[in-house]
C-alpha cells in the first residue's frame, strides 16, 4: 500500500479532525478542551529516555490512557480516494483511529494514532488529551495478544500554519507513537486552530 506523505497526512488531521462541531452548535460560554502546559513540552535536555526492545508487527485494537479515562477501540485509517488520510466517523464519540499503512505501534518506527476531539453532541474520545502529562502511561492492545506500553514523552500544541510534520511523522529508530487531536485554541469561524501532540515511547508489554 502506498504510504501517506507526512504533508498529506498533517493537511488532514487540521481539516478533518478540527471543525468544532460541538462548540460551534453551542453558546460560546461551552468549555473548550484542555491545552497542554509549556511544563509538557520537550525540554532538549539528557537526550531521549532508552525504550524498550520493538515488538514483531501486529494490528492493534484498542488504547487505553487511564490518567484521562480512555478506553476505546482503533479501526484502520486508510487513505481517501483524494490521497489524504481518513478519519474516525465523528458520530462514534468513543473510537480512535491509526494509521493502518503505517508502523503498527510497538514496532520500530513511529505509529500513528488520530481521533476527534468532540462532535456534534460533545466531548468525544481525545477530549481530555491536552491534560496528559508526561510519564503517563498509554496501553494499545494489539491483535497477537500482547499489549504495548508507551510513557508519555512530551504533550505539545501546534499551530495549524506551523504544524512541524517532520517531527510529529518523521521515521523513529526506536518504537515510537503519537496520540493526535484538535486544540490550539478555537473560531467559531475556522474552527480549533491546530493540533495536541502526545509523543510518547515503548517501555515494554504484557
Known amino acids: 500500500m502506498r504510504r501517506i506523505s507526512n504533508t498529506a497526512i498533517g493537511a488532514v488531521t487540521v481539516i478533518a479532525l478540527c471543525s468544532g462541531a460541538w462548540l460551534l452548535g453551542t453558546d460560546t460560554g461551552a468549555q473548550a478542551p484542555p491545552q497542554p502546559s509549556a511544563a509538557q513540552a520537550r525540554t532538549g535536555k539528557g537526550g531521549e529516555p532508552p525504550a524498550a526492545p520493538a515488538l514483531p508487527p501486529s494490528p492493534p485494537d484498542r488504547i487505553r490512557i487511564p490518567s484521562i479515562r480512555v478506553d476505546a477501540p482503533l479501526m484502520g485509517l486508510a487513505l481517501t480516494p483524494s490521497g489524504s488520510l481518513d478519519v474516525p466517523p465523528a458520530a462514534q464519540k468513543n473510537l480512535a483511529g491509526w494509521y493502518e499503512a503505517g508502523t503498527t505501534p510497538g514496532e520500530r518506527g513511529t505509529a500513528v494514532v488520530a481521533g476527534h476531539v468532540d462532535n456534534s453532541r460533545g466531548p468525544a474520545v481525545f477530549y481530555d488529551l491536552g491534560a496528559l502529562q508526561k510519564g503517563s502511561r498509554i496501553e494499545v492492545a494489539r491483535r497477537d495478544g500482547s499489549t504495548a506500553l508507551f510513557a508519555v514523552d512530551a504533550v505539545e500544541v501546534y499551530d495549524a500554519r506551523h504544524f512541524p ?33 502526545v509523543f510518547a515511547h515503548l517501555t515494554g508489554s504484557r
Not at 478555537?186 to 501532540?197: C, D, I, L
Open 165 to 197: 510534520d517532520a517531527k510529529v511523522y518523521g521515521a523513529a529508530a526506536r518504537p515510537e507513537l503519537r496520540v493526535i487531536t484538535c486544540g490550539g485554541g478555537y473560531s467559531r469561524s475556522t474552527g480549533y486552530k491546530g493540533n495536541v501532540v
